[in-house]
């Protein structure tokens, strides 16, 4: 059944293939089943004539779905607009196309096949001028696989064009023999010769030139020693040169392209393991070494200089005699990584014991004194301070225990380390570094008194209250009558016996200071407290001023509400009996006093009448009662 061919590839390339190869399938089918199906076809008798009629009739279908199928084939060949897209028709139909019809058909396209070969020739050759610009420069623009070393990319990247444009070429020369003898052949066959000449010169000419590198340098590389100090930091790195790390890569990839490796590379190549190892085990000597140098404090490094001083000698051969080809490398390595990493244990030790330390006294900076944030109103200054010192007196405890904890670090260190009594240098040193965290210590004491006194500042400042929304006062004072005054309870100021607010603060700052006394110095084995740095230290005098300052404002402050209220005292100064004789003895005087004003009064009224009266005869001649009347005298007639 000659119809048949590869239904999948048909997909990939065309849909409409699919359907028409179905369909000429089909008809094929009938065809065939027409023809099998006539019971009459003898061909063993002569003298009929139906199977010659019937096998006519079969042929002459089979030439018309030849040119049906001839006419799709070429269809799907015009759809492709690449190479290899077309010889991937022409492979889908490969058992059909030496029939007469259809190759006849495709005869025509013969000229546009090789024509489209020789389009991705020139672009193989435009792609291999401009790319090789780049891999020659080893720009980051070069063609090649970012995990490929230099030349291996380039012969990756060469052998690639290569077989992108054999195997086009390949397929022409086995497709039909009179396509060889065309014109456009012969003139594409040439092109494709000198692209491929050109390619492999290319790839001999990187080859060569890195063979003759190899056979320069590598040698001269592996003298080089195995550590390299700098000069400026101290420090020390693996000193494997780079172009080695190349060039064993560059063997491992030769070998995966199935190119020849030159005798020296081979042969380095060969302790391609055996480096890996080495290196890594100097990559963690230089790095722990490195890690010594530069993290210890001046204070530390005297503790372990001797030690310090060996490890240097151990390493000198590494950085001065030997040689990466030399055979006493594993023993140097084993020696070093043992004393490298003995001298790393101790200062890991010492640096995570004295960060456990810090982390201590860090945890204590908090204040002292905290108020509950359930605290819903102020309290009586006795409920206050009986919650504060049950709160004081577990922080003390809390310091305390801690303080104990301190010193068994510090006994820790001095046990990792070794110290020699008997060697005053050592001792020396180690008095340095006890005073180094006795310093730690004494920061950290004077920071939770700093934090401490700030959060009691902040209490009985006026101007930070003010910044704050509904905050409650410390505590309840009250403003109560005595016996004969008025005074708060309890008192503002300082008092001898009993308690005030400022005897109260003064307690709290009292205890703030007494966790100096918590912890044992460590610079004296022991023996004595802080409280002496605590009192000298400048920051603490500086917050212990401001609470003062707050503490007279507020003192001046009430004195002068309570001064408000004297006018009145003279209700719980004076005797009550004798204040209501002498309210009655005032009433009868004020009442003798005004009947004699009135009687005076009524007096003065009658004398003012009269001269008043007086005034007026004189002015008028007449007096003031007969003003406006008319005088009449009857006739005596």
Not at 43 to 55: L, P, V, Y
Not at 81 to 109: A, M, N, P, Y
Not at 542 to 557: F, G, K, M, P
Request: charged share 30%.
């Amino acid at each position: 059944c000659f119809f048949f061919f590869k239904q999948k590839t048909a997909y990939e390339i065309s849909a409409c293939l699919v359907g028409s190869e179905m369909c000429i399938r089909d008809r094929f089918k009938a065809a065939v089943e027409s023809f099998t199906a006539d019971k009459n076809n003898d061909i063993m008798d002569i003298k009929n004539k139906n199977f010659e009629e019937n096998f006519y009739n079969f042929r002459t279908k089979i030439k018309e779905l030849e040119r049906r199928l001839a006419a799709v084939i070429t269809q799907a060949f015009d759809d492709q607009d690449t190479i290899h897209g077309r010889f991937k028709v022409l492979e889908s139909f490969d058992g059909l196309l030496k029939r007469q019809i259809i190759s006849d058909e495709l005869e025509k396209k013969h000229s546009l096949l090789i024509e489209s070969y020789k389009q991705d020739l020139k672009q193989v050759q435009l792609i291999f001028h401009e790319g090789k610009i780049f891999v020659d420069k080893l720009d980051p623009k070069a063609p090649i696989y970012n995990n490929l070393p230099p030349i291996a990319g380039a012969l990756a990247w060469i052998q690639s064009l290569q077989d992108r444009i054999r195997e086009p070429m390949e397929k022409l020369q086995n497709f039909n023999e009179s396509l060889e003898e065309r014109e456009e052949f012969k003139d594409v066959y040439k092109l494709y010769q000198t692209l491929m000449k050109h390619l492999n010169e290319y790839k001999d000419q990187k080859t060569l030139s890195w063979q003759k590198e190899v056979e320069e340098s590598s040698e001269e590389k592996l003298r080089q020693t195995l550590l390299h100090r700098d000069e400026s930091s101290n420090l020390l790195k693996v000193n494997f040169d780079p172009s080695l790390i190349r060039l064993l890569r560059e063997v491992k990839y030769f070998k995966l392209l199935d190119t020849q490796v030159p005798k020296n590379a081979e042969d380095i190549f060969s302790k391609n393991d055996t480096f890996r190892e080495q290196i890594c085990n100097l990559d963690i000597i230089v790095n722990m070494y490195n890690h010594i140098i530069t993290c210890l404090h001046p204070v530390e490094e005297p503790l372990i200089s001797d030690r310090i001083k060996l490890m240097d000698e151990i390493l000198a051969p590494g950085i001065t005699d030997l040689k990466w080809n030399s055979s006493e490398i594993t023993q140097f390595i084993s020696k070093a990584m043992t004393n490298v990493d003995g001298v790393n244990t101790i200062v890991l030790k010492m640096k995570t014991d004295l960060e456990r330390i810090q982390i201590i006294m860090k945890s204590f900076d908090k204040p002292l004194l905290e108020r509950e944030r359930k605290q819903m109103k102020p309290l009586q200054a006795d409920d206050f301070d009986q919650t504060y010192k049950a709160i004081i007196q577990s922080k003390h405890g809390n310091i305390k225990s801690e303080g104990s904890q301190i010193h068994k670090i510090v006994k820790e260190i001095m046990d990792t380390i070794k110290i020699d009594k008997k060697n005053d240098k050592s001792v020396n040193a180690w008095k340095n570094y006890q005073d180094y965290i006795n310093n730690t210590v004494v920061e950290g004491l004077s920071n939770v008194v700093q934090t401490s006194l700030i959060y009691i500042n902040e209490q009985l400042s006026p101007a930070f209250l003010k910044k704050l929304d509904n905050y409650l006062p410390l505590f309840d004072i009250r403003l109560e009558l005595g016996y004969d005054d008025i005074k708060y309870e309890p008192a503002i100021e300082e008092v001898t016996h009993g308690q005030s607010v400022r005897n109260i603060i003064k307690s709290y700052i009292l205890d703030f200071y007494h966790i100096s006394t918590l912890i044992n110095r460590l610079d004296t084995q022991g023996v004595g407290d802080y409280l002496i740095e605590m009192r000298d230290n400048f920051d603490l005098k500086y917050h212990l001023s401001h609470v003062t300052e707050n503490l007279d404002y507020i003192e001046a402050e009430t004195e002068k509400y309570r001064q408000s209220f004297q006018v009145y005292s003279y209700l719980w100064t004076s005797d009550a009996k004798e204040m209501f004789e002498h309210f009655l003895h005032e009433e009868e005087e004020k009442e003798v006093v005004n009947q004699k004003a009135a009687q005076i009064a009524q007096q003065a009224a009658q004398e003012d009448e009269i001269k008043t009266l007086d005034e007026g005869m004189q002015m008028t001649g007449q007096h003031p009662l007969l003003k406006g009347a008319r005088e009449f005298i009857p006739s005596l007639e």
